[in-house]
C-alpha cells in the first residue's frame, strides 16, 4: 500500500519470490526481471520491492543467496508480537479462546514445543540474516511502531533504502478486518494486538522469553513485542 504509490518504486504483490529460494545462478536476475518489468516513462521506476513472507525462517545456505545473487539488495523486516504471531499457527482470533489454549498448553508444555518447532525467538533469525547480509543491510520495523508512528517509520524506510522521501497523504488507518468477517474477527489492524492483555502478561514473565527479549534488544535496540 504505501510503497505502491511511491512514483519510483515498483512492487511485486503478485507472485513473492522469495530472494532466499532464488538458487545461485544467472537465472535468477532474469527471473526476476519478469516480474519487476520496466514501466513505460523509465525515469518512474528505479527500485523494486519484493515482499516475501518468512524470509527469517530460512536456514543460513539458502540466505546466502540474496547477497550472492543480488549484492545491492537491503532487507526489511517486519516483526509481529509473537503471540500474535502464535495465534495465527493455531487458527483462532479470539482473545478470550486463545488465552484458555495458551495457558493449558504452556502447563502442558505444548506451547514450548512449538516455540521451538517454529523458531519462534526472533534474536536466532535477525542474528543470521545480518551476518549474512552485512553491515547496513538489514533495517528492522515492529507492527507497533509501523501503526502508531507510520509516516515516521516508512521515512526511515525510504532513508534506509536510498529511495528519495515521499509524503503520503494517507487516512489513519482504524479499521478491523470485521466487515471482511461480518463481525465474527476480534483483531484490527489498528496497532493492537490481538491478544488479550492477561496473556502477555504471563508470557512476557516466561524466562525463554525474557532471555530472547534481551538478545533481540542487543541486536537492534528497544523492542516493543
Known amino acids: 500500500m504505501y510503497f505502491k504509490q511511491h512514483p519510483l518504486i515498483t512492487v511485486n504483490i503478485k507472485k513473492p519470490l522469495k530472494l532466499a529460494h532464488l538458487e545461485r545462478s544467472d537465472q535468477a536476475l532474469a527471473m526476476y526481471r519478469t516480474f519487476f518489468r520496466p514501466q513505460p516513462d523509465p525515469s518512474k521506476t528505479q527500485f523494486a520491492v519484493d515482499v516475501s513472507e518468512n524470509i527469517l525462517a530460512e536456514n543460513v545456505m539458502k540466505l546466502k543467496n540474496i547477497p550472492l545473487n543480488f549484492p545491492h539488495v537491503k532487507v526489511l523486516i517486519h516483526l509481529r508480537k509473537p503471540l500474535d504471531r502464535d495465534m495465527s499457527l493455531v487458527y483462532l482470533t479470539g482473545p478470550d479462546a486463545y488465552h484458555e489454549l495458551f495457558v493449558k498448553e504452556l502447563a502442558s508444555g505444548e506451547f514450548k514445543k512449538r516455540w521451538d518447532k517454529e523458531s519462534s525467538c526472533y534474536a536466532d533469525h535477525v542474528a543470521k540474516l545480518r551476518k549474512v547480509m552485512g553491515p547496513g543491510k538489514v ?3 515492529e507492527t507497533q511502531r509501523i501503526f502508531h508512528h507510520r509516516d515516521e517509520v516508512f521515512s526511515e ?6 529511495i ?3 509524503t503520503l497523504d ?5 479499521s478491523c478486518k ?3 468477517y ?3 474477527y476480534a483483531g484490527c489492524y489498528s496497532g493492537r494486538s490481538r491478544v488479550a492483555d492477561r496473556t502477555h502478561a504471563i508470557f512476557d514473565a516466561l524466562p525463554f522469553v525474557k532471555q530472547c527479549r534481551r538478545r533481540l534488544e542487543r541486536l537492534v535496540g528497544d523492542v516493543h513485542l
Not at 170 to 174: D, T
Request: aromatic share 8%; no cysteine.
Open 139 to 141: 533495517l528492522i520495523a
Open 157 to 162: 524506510i525510504l532513508k534506509f533504502a536510498d
Open 164 to 166: 528519495p522521501d515521499f
Open 170 to 174: 494517507l487516512p489513519k488507518v482504524v
Open 178 to 180: 470485521a466487515e471482511r
Open 182 to 184: 461480518k463481525g465474527t
